[in-house]
């Protein structure tokens, strides 16, 4: 008992004094490049005049851009609905190359945090838009997660989204929150079931609610 104790102490210790010599060179790697200010204070790495939160740090989905024929209603009403949380309002975009504006667009928008890192970006729409239909073949939902489908559900309609039946045609129609499965297609072997349901919101865009 003492003897195996006695090795699994020493594989212990041999471990500990890899992890020591291989660790700093994993943090340095891992580390983004740091400044420093006249004294030699090392400081966290910022952007040009930017915002962390708005930053794409490797690659993943940041933000989803929908036009709105009317900011402060379509702010309102993803606030209502899904209890997203307004980040920062902008009027115009300056493009900045060695330190000179070269670029100026008087665009106007907002993020929106959608949770979990994502962004809702919500930009005037142009002064010919035209809703999304079935023509838009670039763009057919948004999808959100959701934790309880018919309380989300409702409060997307009480916000002032509507409805967005789909039909299958054969003459059924989803309509509403409804458990849905995603029949698997081989080498797949297991169907992805989930309960879901479509609402139009105040710019035409198809929201899709997925229980999770």
């Not at 700093?24 to 400044?35: G, I, M, Q, T």
């Not at 504006?101 to 665009?107: D, M, T």
């Not at 916000?159 to 929150?177: E, L, M, R, T, Y």
Request: hydrophobic share 40%.
């Amino acid at each position: 008992m003492s003897s195996h104790r006695n090795s699994i102490n020493r594989q212990i210790t041999h471990l500990c004094a890899a992890l020591a010599m291989v660790s700093p060179s994993l943090v340095k790697a891992a580390d983004p490049p740091a400044r420093r200010d006249s004294a030699g204070t090392q400081q966290a790495p910022a952007s040009e005049g930017g915002k962390d939160i708005h930053l794409l740090h490797g690659s993943g989905l940041h933000h989803v851009n929908v036009r709105a024929f009317d900011m402060d209603k379509s702010i309102a009403f993803y606030e209502q609905a899904f209890g997203f949380r307004l980040l920062f309002r902008w009027d115009g975009v300056d493009a900045i190359r060695d330190g000179q504006v070269y670029f100026r667009n008087p665009l106007r928008g907002a993020h929106l945090d959608m949770g979990d890192g994502q962004i809702l970006e919500l930009i005037p729409a142009p002064d010919k838009a035209v809703r999304p239909d079935d023509r838009a073949s670039s763009f057919n939902h948004i999808g959100l997660r959701v934790s309880h489908l018919e309380e989300t559900y409702a409060r997307a309609l009480a916000a002032g989204a509507k409805p967005h039946p789909i039909q299958d045609g054969s003459g059924g129609v989803w309509d509403g929150p409804t458990t849905i499965r995603l029949k698997a297609r081989p080498p797949f072997q297991r169907s992805f079931v989930v309960r879901a349901a479509h609402v139009e919101g105040p710019n035409g865009e198809i929201i899709e609610l997925f229980e999770s």
